[in-house]
């Protein structure tokens, strides 16, 4: 993995790209967890 953090304010925009074998499960798994505001245990 070649970021570690990541430091936005409230409104920023972004982009990310995912190249490999499970690309698109992996930024899948990263929208989910954007759009539960990073909390991992959240339903």
């Keep these: 993995m ?6 936005l ?3 920023s ?3 990310v790209k995912a190249d490999g ?3 698109e499960e992996a930024l899948l798994a ?4 954007v759009g539960r ?5 959240a339903t």
């Design 2 to 7: 070649g970021l570690m953090m990541l430091a």
């Design 9 to 11: 304010g409230p409104g």
């Design 13 to 15: 925009v972004f982009s």
């Design 21 to 23: 074998k499970r690309e």
């Design 30 to 33: 990263l929208e989910v967890l």
């Design 37 to 41: 505001n990073f909390e991992i245990n």
